[in-house]
T-cell receptor, first 119, second 110 residues
Framework: GAVVSQHPSRVICKSGTSVKIECRSL??????MFWYRQFPKQSLMLMAT?????????EQGVEKDKFLINHASLTLSTLTVTSAHPEDSSFYIC???????????????FGPGTRLTVL | GQNIDQPTEMTATEGAIVQINCTYQ??????LFWYQQHAGEAPTFLSY????GLEEKGRFSSFLSRSKGYSYLLLKELQMKDSASYLC???????????FGTGTRLQVFP
């Protein structure tokens, strides 16, 4: 199956600093990637849809100026948490959609996630 | 609006069979996915249904009824390693997104 990598896997930062998380599709091109956050014992919450070459589409309630998304190439999307605060501590997961995949092109392949802790 | 419902938690015994239900109300339907997620890890694909009926894959099966907006995931011969969260996700029409349910935390006991 398609492989998605995410880096870093774990990051601890001080309050007020910015953190960048990378999401890469390793063996396929992904025109669309998705960013989720997940709190303990809860399901995935979609933050934004990242489209290659255009602006990301944010879900209601997600601050676009705080969570900057850049999808500069067909294999890379980045999420930057700006001026991070303790309440931003969470598990951030990206996924990539393989439109040429066998399951109607709707399947999303998930990265391993990034555990962000803001002190 | 979009709504997907699953039970929050379930428990079962090793070797038993468990059925996890999922009901959905979405703007159109373009397929339903089941994912397994162990704590602190990314979701992994289990099954995909787009037509009515049962899809069997080893110990896991998934069923879909589009007219009822209903799916279930059936796990047979449960093993301890099956303790995880199971996420139901629907692909509505006219969107790239997957809409996820709340997830069902399954605990398998010896």
């Amino acid at each position: 199956g398609a492989v998605v990598s995410q880096h870093p896997s774990r990051v601890i930062c001080k309050s007020g600093t910015s953190v960048k998380i990378e999401c890469r599709s390793l063996d396929f091109q992904a025109t669309t990637m998705f960013w989720y956050r997940q709190f303990p014992k809860q399901s995935l919450m979609l933050m934004a849809t990242s489209n290659e070459g255009s602006k990301a589409t944010y879900e209601q309630g997600v601050e676009k100026d705080k969570f900057l998304i850049n999808h500069a190439s067909l294999t890379l999307s980045t999420l930057t948490v700006t001026s991070a605060h303790p309440e931003d501590s969470s598990f951030y997961i990206c996924s990539a959609r393989d439109v040429s995949g066998e399951r109607g092109g709707n399947e999303q392949f998930f990265g391993p996630g990034t555990r962000l802790t803001v002190l | 609006g979009q709504n997907i419902d699953q039970p929050t938690e379930m428990t079962a015994t090793e070797g038993a069979i468990v059925q996890i239900n999922c009901t959905y109300q979405t703007s159109g339907f373009n397929g339903l996915f089941w994912y397994q997620q162990h704590a602190g890890e990314a979701p992994t694909f289990l099954s995909y249904n787009v037509l009515d009926g049962l899809e069997e894959k080893g110990r896991f099966s998934s069923f879909l009824s589009r007219s009822k907006g209903y799916s279930y995931l059936l796990l047979k011969e449960l093993q301890m390693k099956d303790s995880a969260s199971y996420l139901c996700a629907v692909s509505p029409t006219n969107t790239d997104k997957l809409i996820f349910g709340t997830g069902t935390r399954l605990q398998v006991f010896p």
